[in-house]
């Protein structure tokens, strides 16, 4: 299998395995806000069925409570008349209850005999009946006396049809000087579904299942005698309703359970899982891209690599055969007795102008490399700036002759810069060829000091050429690092002095400017500190 096939293998398997982790934190984090959002919206739905429950407890109390009274009162009568007659309770029954359709009876039973029953129309059998010989009514008898509180039994069927709760409420002589001695009972039959409806219960309200557990007063351990016993089986919300002795226990869940969050935004969680794939997709494609990318760019720069030691490799091999013929045009043109014709002579002076040129651009060739290899300048030194600029400018005198050209150095000797001493020579050296080359015969090039501050100065190169365009001008300013700028319309020469000229000076963390029109000149300008970053002379 070659390498790419296996890199190719390897991107894709790694581009999967970023897509399935991505996955799998959308999941964990769409889990833990659905989580999240449930447990919220659990505890407002708590919050609400609660006060709902709590609204039903104050009515089905004060209901409640209202009847219980109706015993009480008879209790308390009789205690302190307890040669009450029949007539006499019938009275105060009638009085009591009047016509409230949730009592069925109320009775008085002396010693646990009943003696007396309000309505008696259709319940003369119930007279004469002793409580004390059923169980469940002895019970219920003995646990009054014992501690002296109405107790409210049931929900019981009755035997006339329907289903009522009884409160019984024990009876005390107090007319006598010493304790108080058990004098009977009096207990009222409430229609359980004639209570409900007077307290407004329901098995559904406000979007709420309600049931109703606690016979006898046992609280969580009574069975459920309204509504579904379902609802206690789903972690309801539950209050107390607090019997004379004993409790209820009322309850309530969401009609559609604790799951109802999830069905209610299946919608947006279906979008927020199908979102997370097309996400995970998305990201496994970047992934892959991006590793691919990564991939190409090495290669890349390799290639690069391999360019710039090219290119150096070209750019030595050649330098020493060109410095040969230099060298020997330079000693055959030298002054003294020679064989040589005036058209010999001046095609010496040709080859050795342009073995000199193509010196010249071997060298802008490698610093050019160099500038692509390294990055900023860690060669600086102070630098006599007028010394440097007349050096540069004596170098080109046989140039100069050939096109009738004057260079004025106006820098003085003494301008002193703290600066990498070859790229200075080198931007020097460009600046001034690119001048020679595209000014006119007989024109001149100036070298100069512009405005100065405590901390840089700026150093123009001027002269009467061809001048460039506002176009071409930004293509040198802003063309990439990587970008070469090629020779436009009949300009001569590579055109890469200028860009080497530019990204030298970045280097040393200096811009250039450049100044122009067409037709009547160009000024460069660029940037030089006058100090060392440390201060230091």
């Known amino acids: 299998m070659s390498l790419d096939k296996k890199?190719?293998?390897?991107?894709?398997?790694?581009?999967?395995l970023c897509g399935m982790i991505c996955l799998i934190v959308l999941w964990v984090g769409i889990y833990s806000y659905i989580r999240w959002s449930k447990e919220i919206w659990e505890k407002d739905e708590r919050s609400r069925i609660g006060e709902v429950l709590v609204s039903l407890r104050s009515s089905l109390e004060n209901q409640l409570y209202a009847r219980i009274y109706y015993t009480k009162s008879v209790a308390a009568y009789v205690s302190l008349h307890p040669e009450i007659e029949d007539d006499e309770f019938h009275n105060l029954a009638a009085e009591l209850v009047g016509t409230d359709e949730v009592i069925n009876t109320m009775s008085l039973a002396s010693d646990g005999v009943i003696t007396a029953i309000h309505p008696t129309e259709g319940h003369e059998a119930a007279i004469g009946l002793n409580l004390l010989d059923h169980p469940e009514r002895r019970r219920i008898v003995e646990q009054t006396i014992r501690t002296g509180k109405t107790y409210v039994a049931g929900p019981v069927e009755l035997v006339e049809g329907?289903?009522?709760?009884?409160?019984?409420?024990?009876?005390?002589?107090?007319?006598?000087?010493?304790?108080w001695e058990f004098w009977g009972m009096t207990d009222i039959v409430i229609l359980e579904s004639e209570l409900f409806a007077a307290a407004g219960l329901s098995e559904t309200e406000d979007n709420a299942r309600i049931a109703l557990r606690g016979y006898d007063g046992k609280g969580e351990a009574g069975a459920v005698f309204f509504g579904d016993p379902a609802v206690f089986d789903n972690n309801p919300v539950k209050v107390a309703i607090q019997l004379p002795d004993g409790e209820w226990i009322l309850g309530g869940y969401p009609v559609g359970g604790w799951s109802g969050y999830l069905d209610q935004d299946r919608t947006m969680l279906i979008l927020m899982v199908g979102s997370s794939a097309i996400i995970a997709v998305l990201i496994s494609f970047l992934a892959g891209a991006i590793m691919k990318l990564r991939t190409s760019r090495e290669q890349l720069r390799e290639l690069d690599e391999d360019k710039n030691r090219l290119l150096s490799v070209i750019a030595h091999d050649l330098r020493s055969p060109i410095s040969g013929v230099s060298s020997l045009s330079h000693e055959l043109l030298e002054p003294g007795d020679s064989p040589l014709s005036e058209d010999q002579r001046e095609i010496l002076e040709m080859i050795h102008q342009s073995s000199n040129e193509s010196l010249f651009l071997l060298e802008n060739l490698l610093n050019w490399v160099r500038s692509?290899?390294?990055?900023?300048?860690?060669?600086?030194?102070?630098?006599?700036?007028?010394?440097?600029?007349e050096d540069v400018r004596s170098s080109f005198q046989p140039a100069l002759r050939s096109k009738s050209l004057v260079v004025h150095n106006k820098v003085p000797e003494g301008t002193k810069t703290f600066f990498d001493r070859r790229i200075l020579e080198t931007v020097l050296r460009n600046l001034t060829s690119n001048a020679i080359k595209y000014s006119p015969k007989g024109s001149m090039i100036l070298i100069g000091v512009g405005e100065e501050t405590d901390e840089t100065m700026e150093i123009f190169v001027r002269d009467e050429g061809a001048g460039m365009s506002p176009q071409r001008i930004r293509e040198i300013l802003t063309a990439g690092r990587n970008r070469a700028s090629l020779p436009v319309g009949r300009e001569k020469g590579s055109g890469i002095g200028i860009l080497i000229?530019?990204?030298?000076?970045?280097?040393?963390?200096?811009?250039?400017?450049?100044?122009?029109e067409e037709k009547k000149g160009t000024t460069v300008w660029f940037s030089l500190p006058k100090h060392s970053p440390s201060g230091e002379e």
């Open 162 to 179: 329907g289903i009522a709760f009884i409160s019984y409420t024990p009876i005390f002589d107090k007319t006598t000087d010493g304790p």
């Open 372 to 389: 692509r290899e390294h990055g900023r300048m860690t060669h600086a030194e102070e630098v006599d700036l007028g010394l440097l600029c």
């Open 501 to 516: 000229c530019r990204d030298l000076l970045r280097r040393g963390g200096q811009e250039m400017r450049i100044e122009s």
């Open 7 to 16: 890199e190719g293998k390897r991107r894709f398997a790694l581009s999967i």
